[in-house]
């Protein structure tokens, strides 16, 4: 069974850096098209960036050029760099695990990490 776990939230002040990770446990980490999203209170979760299986990233408009995924095939870990954070950045931020078998579509969430932009 598929599990996700993320680590590395916490408090930071604008303009300041945080790293998240996300922990895959379990079989064919490789096959799996893994994302990060967040949900602010009040909000919708979003998606913040996306890694598919073969490399192909992608990321939400509002962190473009802050942001950046990646995949660490041996520790089977994905990290989120968050560079030059702003107050508009708060959010739980959620690791997703996803891959489609068979024709059904297996999703897998982590519990969450809280990030806090604030001065």
């Known amino acids: 069974q598929v599990q996700v776990q993320e680590t590395g939230g916490g408090s930071v002040l604008p303009g300041k850096s945080l790293r998240l990770s996300c922990a895959f446990s379990?079989?064919?980490?490789?096959?799996?098209?893994m994302a990060w999203y967040r949900q602010a209170p009040g909000k919708q979760r979003e998606a913040v960036a996306t890694?598919?299986?073969?490399?192909?990233?992608a990321y939400a408009d509002s962190v473009k050029d802050r942001f950046n995924i990646h995949r660490d095939f041996v520790k089977k870990t994905v990290a989120l760099q968050m560079d030059l954070l702003k107050p508009e950045d708060t959010a739980v931020y959620y690791c997703?695990?996803?891959?489609?078998?068979?024709?059904?579509?297996?999703?897998?969430w982590g519990q969450g990490t809280q990030v806090t932009v604030s001065s």
């Open positions: 379990g079989r064919f980490f490789e096959v799996y098209d």
């Open positions: 997703r695990a996803e891959r489609v078998i068979g024709g059904q579509r297996e999703t897998t």
């Open positions: 890694l598919t299986a073969l490399g192909d990233k």
